[in-house]
């Protein structure tokens, strides 16, 4: 127990901004990435002419999210949603075992069969979607709220 509580005020003397916060909230020295924080999302499935997903989502702001996306092959197929991107804090893109840390984001293009998971923060609160470039219908897009 001592020694737990001395690394502790060793890593706030450090590092007292950054891991603070994390801390007080119970997160954890992985902070907002800490297991405790993260919430996993329904599937995202992209089938010609099938709906994408069952509902909204309301997402918390500072919650880590991930969310897989799976298209069937059945049609080279899109999800746009730049201003949604811009709202959150991506962690990673993981296809096939490969990792991804990108910068941005904008959209997603499914040319074959494959799924895809994407890992990030919900950031800023708001009104989002992401829909099928060029589709009109409701089922072809999610909406998303960030609180």
Request: hydrophobic fraction near 45%.
């Amino acid at each position: 127990m001592i020694r737990k509580a001395l690394s502790t005020a060793l890593v706030l003397s450090v590092f007292p901004l950054a891991v603070g916060p994390a801390l007080a909230q119970g997160f954890g020295m992985a902070g907002l990435l800490s297991g405790k924080n993260k919430q996993d999302l329904p599937p995202i499935t992209l089938s010609a002419g099938a709906p994408i997903s069952d509902g909204p989502w309301t997402l918390k702001s500072g919650t880590y999210y991930e969310v897989e996306i799976t298209a069937d092959g059945s049609q080279e197929l899109a999800l746009v949603g730049p201003e949604f991107f811009r709202a959150i804090w991506i962690d990673e893109i993981v296809i096939e075992g490969l990792e991804i840390r990108p910068l941005g984001l904008d959209s997603v293009e499914f040319d074959e069969a494959g799924t895809m998971e994407i890992g990030f923060v919900a950031i800023k609160p708001g009104r989002y979607d992401m829909h099928i470039p060029g589709s009109t219908g409701e089922t072809q897009r999610i909406e998303i709220s960030i609180e």
